[in-house]
């Protein structure tokens, strides 16, 4: 089946810094990758589309100056949190939607990536 | 806007119990209900769907019928395995193809 990698899958970091994390679709090509936040015991928050080629769509609330999504291939989707802060601490996941576009369950999503800021 | 809930866990069942997970929703309009699964350390997986009103959709066991006079898409099995424990998320498609709406996820242990 269609397979999604993310990496890394733990990170750790200091307050201020920046952390890019990466959103692969190995055996298909994607043209819409979704990214999602989930806190501990809660359900997963959309916080952008993003379309190879094109910039992405943000959720209302969600700050694109601090979440910087960038869909350059049809394979690969990054997520930049700039100036992370302890608030960021979260667990981010991400979904891809295969060239053939349809509707959500054609959607596969990543392992997602820890990441935590001191 | 959009909401799912479902029942709070962890569920803890012997092996071959009965399983009912809860799910009920918020949407305009007909949207699809999906019930995802996320086994340690994967991706969440489909594990089934439906996408109109008083259907069933299932897969390996697990059933779950579109029931939109009570906005509720609850899961069921009739004989859980070790294995079947795992996350179980509901989730919904409303308006926004593409665009999934997410309960809060319910942890399930199987014992032997």
């Known amino acids: 089946g269609a397979v999604v990698s993310q990496h890394p899958s733990w990170v750790i970091c200091k307050s201020g810094t920046s952390v890019k994390i990466e959103c692969r679709s190995l055996?298909?090509?994607?043209?819409?990758m979704f990214w999602y936040r989930q806190f501990p015991k809660q359900s997963l928050m959309l916080m952008a589309t993003?379309?190879?080629?094109?910039?992405?769509?943000?959720e209302q609330g969600v700050e694109k100056d601090k979440f910087l999504i960038n869909h350059a291939s049809l394979t690969l989707s990054t997520l930049t949190v700039t100036s992370a802060h302890p608030e960021d601490s979260s667990f981010y996941i991400c979904?891809?939607?295969?060239?053939?576009?349809?509707?959500?369950?054609?959607?596969?999503f990543g392992p997602g990536t820890r990441l935590t800021v001191l | 806007g959009d909401s799912v809930t479902q029942m709070e866990g962890p569920v803890t069942l012997s092996e071959e119990a009965f399983l009912t997970i809860n799910c009920t929703y918020t949407?305009?309009?007909?949207?699809?209900l999906f019930w995802y699964v996320q086994y340690p350390g994967e991706g969440l997986q489909l594990l089934l769907k439906?996408?109109?009103?008083?259907d069933k959709g299932s897969n390996k066991g697990f059933e779950a019928t579109y029931r939109k006079e009570t906005t509720s898409f609850h899961l069921e099995k009739g004989s859980v395995q070790v294995s079947d424990s795992a996350v179980y998320f509901c989730?919904?498609?409303?308006?926004?193809?593409?665009?999934?709406?997410f309960g809060q996820g319910t942890i399930l242990t199987v014992h032997p």
């Open positions: 055996d298909f090509q994607a043209t819409t």
């Open positions: 439906a996408t109109k009103a008083d």
């Open positions: 979904s891809a939607r295969d060239v053939a576009g349809g509707p959500s369950d054609t959607q596969y």
């Open positions: 993003s379309n190879e080629g094109s910039k992405a769509t943000y």
């Open positions: 949407a305009t309009g007909y949207p699809s």
């Open positions: 989730a919904l498609e409303g308006t926004s193809y593409g665009k999934l709406t």
